[in-house]
């Protein structure tokens, strides 16, 4: 079963609070990735990692930082969550070859008060 | 500056109605261009991708077209149902592996009416 899944599913936070949002999928893609998606903007990438402690920034990697232990986990960590944190956030993975075929998760809402 | 413009920012069709929807963008190189669809609160679902210069692909009653030349690409819904409310979004790849980058749109969001 291909998949993607991300937990929590929805979270409130308070403002300075921290935040782990988790990532599996089954697929045993190399290549994992975090984005935001916030209305009336296309998503924009946090974190893109290509294997196992392999991580790289996206665009708009500042508050954010990722960890990658395992090939098929992948978590995003906010340290100390501000309210402009506050948005949608997916997973997706790939096939290091195959970059342009996305799988993604059904999103984590976060809300930080 | 957005490198992926859709059009139109929302749409209404009646249930059996065709729709067409725009994406036009400025990303260099432009490897491939992919449509998802997006229902309410869920994860991108693809529905097709387009890779060649004057390309076109046809997925039940989707169907899509891309001209590299003009850098614009229309996807098309023939006999909407209601299932297909759902927010459609055009993504460009400047490469085909991971090593890529994409380019998201805003998407369009869709309407269908009873």
């Known amino acids: 079963d291909m998949k993607v899944t991300q937990m929590p599913r929805y979270l409130i936070k308070r403002m300075g609070e921290n935040v782990l949002l988790e990532c599996g999928q089954d697929?045993?893609?190399?290549?994992m990735y975090w984005y935001r998606q916030d209305p009336g903007l296309g998503l924009q990438l946090i974190y893109i990692s290509y294997d196992v402690d392999s991580n790289s920034e996206g665009d708009i990697p500042k508050g954010y930082r990722v960890s990658r232990k395992k090939r098929e986990h992948f978590s995003l960590i906010l340290d100390s969550a501000k309210t402009n944190q506050t948005s949608v956030y997916f997973c997706a993975s790939s096939l290091r070859n195959s970059g342009n075929t996305l799988y993604f998760g059904e999103g984590s809402r976060l809300i930080v008060v | 500056k957005t490198q992926v413009e859709q059009s139109p920012q929302s749409l209404v069709v009646r249930q059996g109605e065709n729709c067409v929807l725009q994406?036009?963008?400025?990303?260099?190189?432009?490897?491939?261009l992919r449509w998802f669809k997006q229902d309410t609160g869920k994860g991108l679902v693809s529905l097709t991708v387009?890779?060649?210069?004057?390309d076109k692909t046809s997925n039940g009653r989707y169907s899509a077209t891309l001209d590299k030349d003009a850098k614009h690409s229309t996807l098309h819904i023939t006999a909407t149902l209601l299932d297909d409310t759902a927010t459609y979004i055009c993504v460009v790849g400047d490469r085909g592996s991971a090593l890529g980058r994409l380019h998201f749109g805003a998407g369009t969001q869709l309407i269908v009416i009873p």
């Open positions: 994406c036009n963008y400025s990303v260099t190189p432009d490897n491939h």
């Open positions: 697929m045993s893609h190399e290549t």
């Open positions: 387009l890779v060649d210069q004057k």
